[in-house]
């Protein structure tokens, strides 16, 4: 029985929802403002986080988690952007002159190289600041593990099409 109800339920929402009844609803789009007190807090807080949460402070380490998350995304974009430039270096060096052939295969062995190895300095960068951000978060389980720089620009090369080399 709880099954039918459920699926009644859910008919009726999507009904309602292809009515348009869920359009211009007030406060669409932002998020629901609920105010439950955290029963963990110690009334003597209380007050003084309420002050800090409506006042916008967000702590140091939630933004330095803000900032992990787009350096890593940079970082996956470096990576993806450069094996495609190698993909089209290589299809270009391979149709263009062939009295260059060997030297454009150099240059093009040379800065990818060169990008494995600056990006084995961000990565590490990036390290240091998971050490940072896991030095000032107070949840433990929000604690980030270290990235594993050789494995990344290893792995990330071995994916990378073979240049040959004259």
Not at 8 to 12: I, N
Not at 57 to 68: A, F, H, L, S, T
Not at 112 to 126: G, V
Not at 157 to 164: E, G, L, N, V
């Given at each position: 029985m709880s099954e039918n109800f459920g699926h009644?339920?859910?008919?009726?929402i999507t009904d309602a929802r292809d009515q348009g009844k869920f359009d211009k609803l007030a406060n669409q789009g932002k998020p629901i403002k609920i105010e439950e007190e955290n029963p963990y807090l110690d009334d003597d807080w209380r007050l003084a986080y309420k002050v800090i949460e409506t006042g916008g402070?967000?702590?140091?380490?939630?933004?330095?988690?803000?900032?992990?998350e787009q350096d890593l995304n940079r970082t996956r974009r470096d990576r993806q952007e450069h094996h495609r430039w190698l993909l089209r270096r290589l299809d270009d060096i391979k149709h263009g002159p062939i009295q260059?052939?060997?030297?454009d295969l150099r240059r093009l062995n040379q800065h990818?190289?060169?990008?494995?190895?600056?990006?084995?300095?961000?990565?590490?960068?990036?390290n240091?600041?998971?050490?940072?951000?896991?030095?000032?978060?107070?949840v433990p389980s929000l604690l980030k593990i270290k990235l594993q720089t050789k494995e990344i620009v290893t792995e990330f090369?071995?994916?990378?099409?073979?240049?040959?080399l004259l």
């Open positions: 009644y339920v859910e008919k009726l402070y967000v702590p140091p380490w939630v933004e330095m988690d803000k900032e992990i260059y052939f060997g030297r990818h190289e060169s990008f494995l190895k600056n990006h084995a300095t961000r990565l590490n960068e990036l240091g600041k998971i050490d940072h951000f896991n030095y000032l978060c107070p090369d071995h994916k990378c099409p073979a240049i040959p």
